[in-house]
């Protein structure tokens, strides 16, 4: 029977660390050929949107879609996972933890390979669900942290949000009136914001910044400006042709000769080790991330298999 897992039972089941590691994996066997993804379509309704992605993990013997509905009354994930061998359903996920603690993941996972193994400050800039995930994520991988930096527009939030991860996340976190102050002179540049146009600028960047760009995944919407991709010595996406469709960043780069797509490298080289994410201290590195359905079915699985270990889930009688 496949299992039914809710909000509640993926918060219980899934942990960081976990996550990163099997979003790492995924990547990996994504670069050597064994996985496979199919980038987002969307529908566009009168009343709404309705999003759909598909991969598959056979090594892992799962396969599976990720959909959900942009409507006004807001916006729910589901994910559907089966068996790469049977092709039977194995689980229907409610997605929308799922989906905040993968795109920590993915950035994570570049972070580890593309910021400096030295970094003591990181900046965040949006101060919401997404955010959340991106600390902790960053945690994860470079426990060398001293720092933590967040701008927000709403000032009140950013305070809130800076008392919450240093109580969980046992690190220095505080709150920046300015967007520019919060970027300059720090190591790890975090976009996860809702923003429209570019508040975030090339010119403020240090050698040997990273830069991970995931608030935005549609062509309306950009978090950092042309010359912040132009000054990278490295690009990479999770997915390069959702990237040629959907990173507006990197689209506007391109128009204006900044950037050349044959530049932009798949997290999937860097996480493989055939491609370096970084080869000296002072390169200025970029991970425009999308979000893609490959991280959710590896998140999936990993869920999957502890719910069924742990006894968590509702059986639905599906064959």
Known sequence: ??????????????????????????F????????????????????GVLHHMAAALPAEGVMGTKTYTSFRLGTRFFVQLFSSETGE??????????????????????????????????????????AEAQAEALVCVRPGLRHLRVF???GLRAETFCQE???????????????????????????????TQPFFHGEWLSPGDFVAAVGANRLSAQEADVETIARADIVAVDDLVQAKTEAAELIFAHEQRRLAWEQVVPLSAIA??????RETPEQITVFKSLGVALEDIAVAALIYEKAKAQGVGQEIPFR
């Open 28 to 47: 990996t066997a994504l670069a050597d050929g064994s996985g496979m993804n199919h980038p987002r379509e969307r529908f566009f309704l009168p009343q």
């Open 152 to 154: 927000s527009r709403d």
């Open 1 to 26: 029977m496949a299992l039914l897992l809710n909000e509640e039972n993926v918060s219980e089941l899934l942990t960081m660390p976990e996550a990163i590691s099997a979003v790492e994996n995924a």
């Open 272 to 277: 493989s080790g055939r491609v370096s994410g």
């Open 89 to 130: 359903l194995l689980a229907y996920i409610e997605g929308n933890k799922l989906g905040q603690v993968r795109t920590g993941a993915a950035t994570g996972v570049a972070a580890k390979y593309m910021s400096r193994g030295d970094a003591e400050s990181a900046t965040i800039y949006g101060a919401g669900w997404q």
């Open 165 to 195: 991860m240093t109580r969980r996340l046992n690190i220095h976190c505080a709150p920046y009136t300015s967007a520019e102050a919060a970027g300059r002179e720090t190591e790890i540049i975090i976009c996860a914001t809702s923003a």
